[in-house]
T-cell receptor, first 111, second 113 residues
């Protein structure tokens, strides 16, 4: 069963715009991670935020976590065509367990 | 450091056959996880191995099995293939535990005819 659900399923924007995607999950977590996948390839880790953190930045990425609402958001600022990919959130239910991935948001950035 | 490698990259099999996929983790990583990715079900966790022991298992039938060797390399096996097993199989490694940052291989695309 899916732990995380991303929203929207698909997002189309122009280069230079910001892209925001959201993830909601069902049970308490230790960490939440975001990954990117380019067309049928392996996933690339973007950022990990722990349950006691509220916001984290990495380059053009900003991730927030609201454990009371069981939700997270990923903001990509000043999007580029190279950001075109699927983005997944992944959560662990407790330490030592596997990561459970959502179904992803497909982002398309046009120039 | 070399990344996670998976072999083969592409595979075509027929129903009823079995298949073995291989994964070499990043040097020093001891946890190896396997995922199945399909358009309909998304990324689903198969199992995780650590120090040659299966530590976590997803909700897949017994036809799906795996193992890990002393050098942390891992294999997964699918017996009696079904059409629905067509998918991208992804392997990921992490240093110690599956909830840490995972480093993914490029995947093996399996087509069952």
């Amino acid at each position: 069963s899916q732990q995380g659900e991303e929203d929207p399923q698909a997002l189309s924007i122009q280069e230079g715009e910001n892209a925001t995607m959201n993830c909601s999950y069902k049970t308490s977590i230790n960490n939440l991670q975001w990954y990117r996948q380019n067309s049928g390839r392996g996933l690339v880790h973007l950022i990990l935020i722990r349950s006691n953190e509220r916001e984290k930045h990495s380059g053009r990425l900003r991730v927030t976590l609201d454990t009371s609402k069981k939700s997270s958001s990923l903001l990509i600022t000043a999007s580029r065509a190279a950001d075109t990919a699927s983005y997944f959130c992944a959560t662990d239910i407790q330490a030592g367990t596997a990561l459970i991935f959502g179904k992803g948001t497909t982002l398309s950035v046009s120039s | 450091k070399a990344g996670v490698t998976q072999t083969p990259r592409y595979l075509i099999k027929t129903r009823g056959q079995q298949v073995t996929l291989s994964c070499s983790p990043i040097s020093g990583h001891r946890s190896v996880s396997w995922y199945q990715q399909t358009p309909g079900q998304g990324l689903q966790f198969l199992f995780e191995y650590f120090s040659e022991t299966q530590r976590n298992k997803g909700n897949f039938p017994g036809r799906f099995s795996g193992r890990q060797f002393s050098n942390s390399r891992s294999e997964m096996n699918v017996s009696t293939l079904e059409l629905g097993d067509s998918a991208l199989y992804l392997c990921a490694s992490s240093l110690l535990t599956a909830e840490e940052t995972q480093y993914f291989g490029p995947g093996t695309r399996l087509l069952v005819l």
